[in-house]
C-alpha cells in the first residue's frame, strides 16, 4: 500500500511540475502550433481535419517551440501555425525560435499558414519568422471596417468557393497565387523556400459551421473543409497546387 502511495505521488509531482503538458512526439509528421496566440478554436478545427485523414501531428506551444532546435524542427514533415494573434504569437516566441524555424524550412520543413500563421511567415515586425520577404497588409475590406465576412475566392479552375475570413492578410509579392480575392489580390499563395514548400492562406478554409453565425454562404462548410484538406495535403507532400 505504501508503495502505491509513493507511486502515485510521484505522479502527481510529474504531473505538476510539467502541468500535464504531453512531450512533443518525435515520429509525428505534423507540428500544430498551440501556443499564445494561436486561437483555440482555429487550433481544434486543425485537429478535427487532421484526425479525419489519420494523420500523426502534435501539438506544440510556445515554450515547447522555443526549445527546439533547427534539427528538431526538420525531423518534422510541417509546421502548421493557425489563425489568431499574429502579433502575440511572435511576441512571446523567442527570437531565436523565428531563426530556427527559418532554417529548419530551409533545410526541407514545410510549412502551413493560416492567417495569423501566414502573417508571421512574412517580415513582421512581431518576431516574424521572414520566410517571404515581404510585410503582408490585410485584405482590403479591413480598411471599411469589416472584420469578419463570407469572402468569394476564386480558382485557376473557374470554381468559386464562399470562404470564412476574419481579419486575414492579402498576400502580393510572394510566391505563385493559388487562389484569389474578389478585387484580385492573392488569397492563397505558394512557393518554395530553401528546401521547403510553404503554404499561405488569408482565408479559413478550416471553419466549421459554428463560426459562421448569422453570415450567409453560398458553399457548405463541409465543401471549404475539402478545400483545407487540399491545403493540408499540398503543405505536407510538398506539391504545388494548380496556380494562375
Not at 500523426?56 to 514533415?77: E, N, T
Not at 532554417?103 to 495569423?116: D, P, Q, R
Amino acid at each position: 500500500m505504501k508503495k502505491r502511495r509513493t507511486i502515485a505521488v510521484l505522479l502527481l509531482a510529474s504531473l505538476a511540475s510539467g502541468c500535464g503538458k504531453l512531450a512533443v512526439d518525435p515520429g509525428a509528421d505534423v507540428l500544430l502550433f498551440a501556443g499564445r496566440g494561436a486561437s483555440a478554436n482555429d487550433v481544434r478545427a486543425f485537429e478535427r481535419l487532421l484526425d479525419g485523414r489519420g494523420i500523426r501531428y502534435s501539438k506544440v506551444d510556445s515554450a515547447q517551440l522555443d526549445a527546439m532546435s533547427a534539427q528538431q524542427l526538420g525531423a518534422h514533415k510541417l509546421l502548421i501555425i493557425p489563425g489568431g494573434n499574429f502579433e502575440d504569437m511572435g511576441n512571446h516566441l523567442a527570437p531565436a525560435t523565428s531563426g530556427n524555424i527559418r532554417s529548419a524550412v530551409h533545410g526541407g520543413l514545410n510549412y502551413l499558414g493560416v492567417c495569423a500563421g501566414a502573417f508571421i511567415a512574412g517580415d513582421s515586425p512581431y518576431n516574424g519568422i521572414n520566410l517571404t520577404g515581404v510585410r503582408f497588409p490585410f485584405y482590403a475590406i479591413s480598411s471599411q471596417g469589416v472584420r469578419k465576412a463570407a469572402v468569394p475566392i476564386s480558382t485557376p479552375d473557374g470554381r468559386v468557393l464562399e470562404h470564412y475570413w476574419e481579419d486575414g492578410p492579402q498576400l502580393s509579392g510572394w510566391g505563385t497565387v493559388v487562389a484569389k480575392y474578389p478585387d484580385g489580390t492573392p488569397a492563397i499563395a505558394q512557393g518554395r523556400v530553401g528546401n521547403g514548400w510553404v503554404v499561405l492562406a488569408g482565408i479559413h478554409p478550416e471553419a466549421p459551421d459554428n463560426w459562421r453565425e448569422s453570415m450567409i454562404f453560398a458553399t457548405p462548410a463541409a465543401v471549404d473543409s475539402e478545400y483545407a484538406q487540399r491545403l493540408i495535403d499540398a503543405a505536407l507532400q510538398g506539391r504545388a497546387l494548380p496556380q494562375y
